[in-house]
Structure formats: C-alpha cells, structure tokens
C-alpha cells in the first residue's frame, strides 16, 4: 500500500472512483436533478475546477492500482471571493442544474456559517467498495491530517452518510454540528478533528 500525491494521469480514474462512491450520497442525490449526469458533473466541480488548482489530492494504490483517494483544501481555499463564485457560477449551475440551484445556493450558505477561522477542509474521499475495512482509507487521509495538526487548525469534513460517521470518530472526528438541508433534505453531519 503506498500513499502519493496525485498526478494528472491519475485524473480519469479519480474521477471514476469518486463518481462511483458518490452515486447513493444524500447529499449529492438531493442537490441534484439528474443524479447520474449531475453527480459527474459535481465531481468535476470539486476534483478539476477546486482542488487540483488550490488544493490537495492524495491517492493509496495498492499493486498500482487506484484504491483509494482524498481531496483536501488548505486553510483560506475553500472560501472563494465574489468574484471566484461568479466564474464557477456555470460549472456549478451544471452540477446541480436549475430546479435545484437555490437549493443548493441556501445549503451552502447553512453549512459555510459558524467555520473556524482557519481549517484544512476534506471535501471528498473515497474507497473503492471492495476494499473498504482494509486500511487504504486511512492511509489515504494521514497526510491531510497530518498536516492540519502541524499547522495548529482542525480538520473539517462534511457527510450526509451516516454510515460514515464511525469511520470518522475512529480516527478521532468529533461532530461539530448537524443541519438540515432545505425544502426537507437530508441532514449534513460537519465533523472536526482538533
């Protein structure tokens, strides 16, 4: 099992991996019109037009073969000025597509309150299905972590699976607060590990 950083070759099976793992989320399936079309177009969001040019993107391959992997946004990079919003305005409209834009719009706005002032941010991670319980999830998130306790803040994530949260409290996330998403959505669990 080895944990690198991730390179540009590595973005179609990046894609592919979290696409697959975010096919039943709550989260995504809610602020989503077309789940299929919209949910690839939601991890391109995040994976191309975020991370790969502000943040960071770790992968665990086990034998070469992609088995895991963490999207991590250093302090200051997750809030986009108004200007950043405005330009990521048609890539997000195509993630979540009209009838679910103020949804999504008031959801951002519900979850982005009550941050810390400065924190390294999960904002996707993944396994692939068959090899969950075996390590590379773990292995995949160290360096992130890692790295928020060196600089002194905490790790934040954001999860709608509640299946999730005891993978989380085992590596030492506690949960911060919990919020209903609009119009009777799901509710989005934000965890913090200090």
């Known amino acids: 099992m080895r944990v690198r950083?991730?390179?540009?070759v590595d973005r179609p099976g990046l894609r592919r991996l979290l696409e697959g793992a975010f096919a039943d989320d709550p989260i995504v399936g809610r602020l989503t019109s077309h789940p299929a079309r919209r949910r690839k177009a939601y991890v391109r969001l995040v994976l191309d037009r975020l991370a790969w040019q502000r943040g960071c993107v770790e992968i665990c391959?086990?034998?070469?073969t992609l088995r895991s992997v963490a999207v991590w946004m250093p302090p200051g990079t997750w809030e986009l000025?108004?200007?950043?919003?405005?330009r990521l305005l048609p890539a997000v409209y195509r993630a979540v597509g009209g009838r679910r834009f103020g949804d999504a719009a008031a959801a951002s706005e519900r979850v982005e309150r009550e941050r810390p002032a400065?924190?390294?941010y999960l904002a996707l991670v993944a396994t692939e299905a068959?090899?969950?319980g075996r390590g590379h999830g773990r292995?995949?998130?160290a360096p992130g972590l890692d790295r928020a306790r060196s600089a002194g803040v905490p790790a934040l994530l954001d999860t709608g699976a509640e299946?999730?949260?005891g993978f989380y409290e085992r590596l030492g996330f506690v949960t911060r607060r919990q919020v209903r998403l609009p119009s009777g959505g799901p509710l989005l669990t934000t965890l913090e590990r200090v």
């Open 5 to 8: 950083a991730a390179e540009d």
């Open 61 to 64: 391959e086990e034998a070469g």
């Open 81 to 86: 000025s108004a200007l950043e919003q405005l």
């Open 118 to 120: 400065a924190f390294w």
């Open 130 to 132: 068959p090899q969950r």
């Open 139 to 141: 292995a995949v998130l």
């Open 163 to 165: 299946e999730n949260l």
